[in-house]
Every structure is written in structure tokens, then in C-alpha cells.
Nanobody, 125 residues
Framework: QVQVAESGGGSVQPGESLRLSCAVSGLPLNHLTIGWFRQAPGKVREGLSCISGLEIRPDYSDSVKGRFAMSRESSKNMVHLQMTNLKPEDAAVYFC??????????????????WGKGTLVTVSS
């Protein structure tokens, strides 16, 4: 059974940090493409970071590059998204998603086959 489940969302103040986690079951991470996406009200879903197979460095969108960091914890079949210096515009529902095998461009919805339900992040004073 292939499943994806995010956790770690919450409410923070601007400038603070938050760590999201994604548990993946059913397949080992080195066989997968995994990514983080977000969607704010009235906005399209945006790809933030993703990594495919045995690649070492994740890809990042320009909007979060330098502030967000994606990492793999292969022994637990988990990935994380460390978010720092959060801004009000970062408020959104954050999704973890995955697909089998390699994807050349993994920052788009079509690259993913399985999606978590999302975890809400709010950023306000």
C-alpha cells in the first residue's frame, strides 16, 4: 500500500522556523521522486522542492531557495522540509507528493502520482 502523510504544520510568527515531515510507505525512497508543494487560497499549487531517486541535491523554486531545505531520512522512509525566515506569503497548505522512478522535472503536479492530504501553515504576528 503506497501512502504519503505530511505532518508538522502550525502557526508561527514572521521570521520563525518550522519543520515539516513526510512519511512515505510502500516503496523505498531511492526508487521514488518526492516533492513538497503548497497552495494558498486563490492560488495555483506551487512546487517548492523535490528530489528524484539517488540525486544528492534537491531542486528548489526561486520563491523558497535559500530559506527552505529539503532532506531525506532514508532509514525511516521520510523526507523533511525545514522552513526558515517564514513570511506571511508562505502561509498555505503544504503537500508532500511522490511518484515511482525518476522524473526530470519534478516541481510540477504532473510529476507526482500520490499526494498527502496537506498540512496547514499560517504565518502571522
Amino acid at each position: 500500500q503506497v501512502q504519503v502523510a505530511e505532518s508538522g504544520g502550525g502557526s508561527v510568527q514572521p521570521g520563525e522556523s518550522l519543520r515539516l515531515s513526510c512519511a512515505v510507505s510502500g516503496l523505498p525512497l531511492n526508487h521514488l521522486t518526492i516533492g513538497w508543494f503548497r497552495q494558498a487560497p486563490g492560488k495555483v499549487r506551487e512546487g517548492l522542492s523535490c528530489i528524484s531517486g539517488l540525486e544528492i541535491r534537491p531542486d528548489y523554486s526561486d520563491s523558497v531557495k535559500g530559506r527552505f531545505a529539503m532532506s531525506r531520512e532514508s532509514s525511516k522512509n521520510m523526507v523533511h522540509l525545514q522552513m526558515t525566515n517564514l513570511k506571511p506569503e508562505d502561509a498555505a497548505v503544504y503537500f508532500c507528493a511522490m511518484s515511482q522512478g525518476f522524473r526530470r522535472n519534478c516541481l510540477v503536479d504532473s510529476a507526482m502520482e500520490y499526494w498527502g492530504k496537506g498540512t496547514l501553515v499560517t504565518v502571522s504576528s
